[in-house]
């Protein structure tokens, strides 16, 4: 019996965006039900019971949650062809470094400057917070920290990048699968922060044009343009500067 593939996401989330790239670099058809999250369905709601968030991908009716713990799944599970992850174990250690500094690490200097008394074991995405912080939670000197720590994380990214075409060598990998979903939110955080990411990290948005042109990416990630309306509108409906 035919495989049944289901991924529970929404449209501008840089982690739904994660799981239907990787599917689609493995060439493995999928149906997408677009969640809304301000009314989550019974089916997101039974299969992320803990977090309750999307993305959620259910392989013939088992859930698997937590983007990169799906990415990795994704690339055991459809091994035979184009690998994410490297094959020596080492470079694997690297590559599942890298992601987590993505989602988390740079975040533990952030929660503590933020907020004394929260858990450092609580993960809260350190890239994707600074970014929320830029263009929607803070302002004034909050927002420039936002922008300075938002900057030097780029920069330590650019860094790992160095002269390879992708994060994973020659070929698209892994850690380019957990980063290029922020890729299209670039012109929001440069429009609140008034920066530009060409300026600062010149190879960096290099590597965002690259993957840009790969048919995964460029099928599942929305006009930037798209996203900064949105965003705009939120802002204007709470009235947030
Ligand atoms: N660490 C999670 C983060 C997922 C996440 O934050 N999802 C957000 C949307 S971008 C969500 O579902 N939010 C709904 C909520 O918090 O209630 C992952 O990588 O899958």
Sequence with gaps: MADTILVLGTWNSMFSNRVR?????????????????SNKSPLLLESNPIHKKIPVLIHNKRPICESLIIVQYIDETWNKT?????????????????????????????????????????????????????????????????KKEFIESLKVLEGELGQKPYFGGESFGYVDVAFIPFGCWFNT?????????????????????????????????????RICEFIDAIKKRFGVE
């Design 189 to 225: 955080y440069e429009k609140s922060g008034k920066f530009s990411v060409e300026e600062e990290c010149p190879k960096l948005m290099a590597w965002v044009r690259r993957c840009m042109e790969r048919e995964s990416v460029a099928k599942v990630l929305p006009d930037s343009d």
């Design 21 to 37: 790239i990787a599917l689609l670099e493995k060439g493995v058809e999928y149906e997408y039900k677009e969640e809304d999250l």
């Design 82 to 146: 184009s690998p994410l992850m490297p094959g020596d174990p080492y470079e694997r250690a690297n590559a599942r470094f890298w992601g987590d500094f993505i989602d988390k690490k740079a975040s533990d200097f952030l929660m503590l400057r933020r907020n004394h008394t929260r858990s450092l074991t609580v993960a809260d995405p350190s890239i994707y917070d600074c970014g929320t912080r830029l263009y929607w939670k803070s302002k004034g000197v909050d927002r420039d920290e936002a």
